[in-house]
């Protein structure tokens, strides 16, 4: 599960729904001084949140362009069905993202940025209909399918939520995780932060438990599109840390072959290079951006 560094918005980034023709859908939204040389249009990942760019979001600003980091439906705090998943279907969540594009028109030039699952929306989105946006970059996000290991959490995490409550599955993930104590007799050691532990659990909880079984899926059963995120045109940044244990980094950099895509690898950074060093990949993703303003 993602861990954003906090979920307040730091001064400049505003909390608001972005109104579609699809819906409305929670926002972040961080606007420069002046007019922006672009828009960026940020997707989260699975079981994430717009509160995941939230770092990122105030240096995109600074840089002039206005940022805008998105909960899909039914994530966090955009509503969706919690039983149907026909909803959650890749065609529907890309949709839904061309609907925002279409209610972020105006603002410049529009970067469609996914992160993680986020990524696969974004692509098929572009795949869809690549004429809103400028460019596309594929964050953490590979051409395929997930890594095996990954497919299997997927599996058991999907299986949980067929009979287990959200609150449930919460508290038996968090005792997987919890570190064992170092001494017998010991208590379990922690340094999280009690505030952001609360965050986090309420975001988990306001999931919807469809959106995550169907999207579980996906991530599951992807097949490769490089040759159809290729022959859109639009121009690509592959982007990564220096490890990555959903798509391995030598998967990343043939993808970004493949696709002749700009790559950056993120220093001191894994799967989630928005958290891990925000400043580096802030810099990586204007620098792309400048490219095409």
Do not use: C
Not at 62 to 91: F, H, I, L, N, T
């Amino acid at each position: 599960m993602s861990r954003p560094p906090t979920f307040t918005p730091p001064p400049g980034v505003h909390a608001a729904p972005l109104r579609t023709e699809r819906g409305a859908f929670a926002v972040l939204d961080a606007r420069p001084d002046g007019t922006p040389r672009g828009t960026a249009l940020l997707l989260p990942g699975f079981t994430g949140s717009k509160e995941d760019f939230i770092t990122v979001l105030r240096p995109l600003a600074d840089a002039g362009y206005r940022a805008v980091a998105v909960d899909g439906r039914g994530q966090y705090e955009s509503p969706g069905p919690k039983e149907d998943q026909a909803p959650y279907a890749q065609g529907e969540l890309a949709s839904d993202v061309l609907a925002q594009a279409q209610a972020l028109d105006g603002a410049g030039p529009l970067h469609l940025l996914g992160h993680s699952l986020g990524g696969q929306i974004a692509r098929a989105a572009a795949i869809l209909d690549p004429a809103p946006f400028r460019t596309l970059t594929l964050m953490s996000s590979g051409p395929a399918e997930i890594d095996p290991a990954q497919q299997e959490k997927a599996a058991l995490l999907s299986q949980a939520l067929g009979f287990m409550t959200m609150g449930e599955v919460w508290d038996a993930v968090q005792a997987l995780e919890t570190p064992a104590p170092e001494e017998p007799g010991e208590a379990a050691r922690t340094t999280e932060d009690p505030a952001l532990e609360a965050a986090l659990r309420r975001r988990w909880l306001l999931h919807s438990p469809a959106q995550l079984i169907a999207t579980a899926r996906a991530l599951r059963v992807e097949p490769d599109r490089v040759a159809e995120v290729r022959a859109t045109g639009l121009p690509v940044h592959v982007v990564s840390g220096t490890q990555d244990d959903t798509w391995p980094v030598p998967l990343l950099d043939d993808m970004a072959v493949r696709l002749d895509a700009h790559r950056t690898v993120v220093k001191d950074a894994g799967h989630s290079p928005n958290t891990d060093n925000p400043h580096d990949t802030a810099e990586a993703l204007v620098a792309f951006w400048n490219r095409f303003a």
